[in-house]
């Protein structure tokens, strides 16, 4: 069993930036780590994800090149988001698993998920 903690969320005006933390309590061997977020009225949507140990990266359209993922270590995952518009608030969740290689941005594979933290962007 993995717990997931996510921190770093918070209320924003349009154009500033936020650091999504995620800290996990085990390792996912051969696995992605990924962000998901969910705004009221809506599905979740994958935003970015990683596999660590390995170089690359996945983003959702709508925020490439304002969003970076990363790691410091196999445990601890991080979201850079710049430039927030106000489409980017929600309840931003981390999680990790082992989605298909053809859907690593959709939470089916994801085992084990954050409480989530929430973002909020105003303009």
């Known amino acids: 069993q993995v717990q997931l903690v996510e921190s770093g969320g918070g209320s924003v005006q349009a154009g500033w930036s936020l650091r999504l933390s995620c800290a996990a309590s085990g390792y996912i061997y051969n696995g992605y780590m990924g962000w998901f977020r969910q705004a009221p009225g809506k599905e979740r949507e994958g935003v970015a994800a990683?596999?660590?140990?390995?170089?690359?990266t996945y983003y959702a359209d709508s925020v490439k090149g304002r969003f970076t993922i990363s790691q410091d270590n196999a445990k601890n995952t991080y979201l850079q988001m710049n430039s927030l518009k106000p489409e980017d608030t929600g309840m931003y969740y981390c999680?990790?698993?082992?989605?298909?290689?053809?859907?690593?941005?959709?939470?089916?594979?994801?085992?084990?998920w954050g409480q989530g933290t929430q973002v909020t962007v105003t303009s």
């Open positions: 990683i596999r660590p140990g390995y170089v690359n």
């Open positions: 999680a990790a698993g082992w989605p298909a290689t053809y859907a690593i941005l959709t939470s089916t594979g994801y085992k084990y």
